[in-house]
């Protein structure tokens, strides 16, 4: 059964006698960029400054050892998916190639 005081805290509710919860204010993203991140390093890269936001979350632009620049996201750093420009995977192709060239030239 319905209790009448709950029936009238409805229907106050309804006609906005009671004011309703607002919902918390959100900021841009841009506002809480955190700066303490430039200058950090991650294998080979080096966080030069924020470029954008994308779905993977703030992108960067590194500067990598061999002098080539990378935007990559942070959540990439972080997890140890990119470490450098593509150099790292260009000199381990060349050696892996000399050493199963050596390889094969010992049968």
Known sequence: MWNPDMWQAIQDYRNNVVEKPSKPKRHHKRDDI???????????????KYVYSNKQGRVYECACDCGAYKDVPYTYLKNHITSSCGCLRREHGVRQCEYMNHRRDAR
């Open 34 to 48: 955190d700066h303490t991140r430039i200058g950090k390093r991650f294998g080979r890269l080096t966080i030069i």
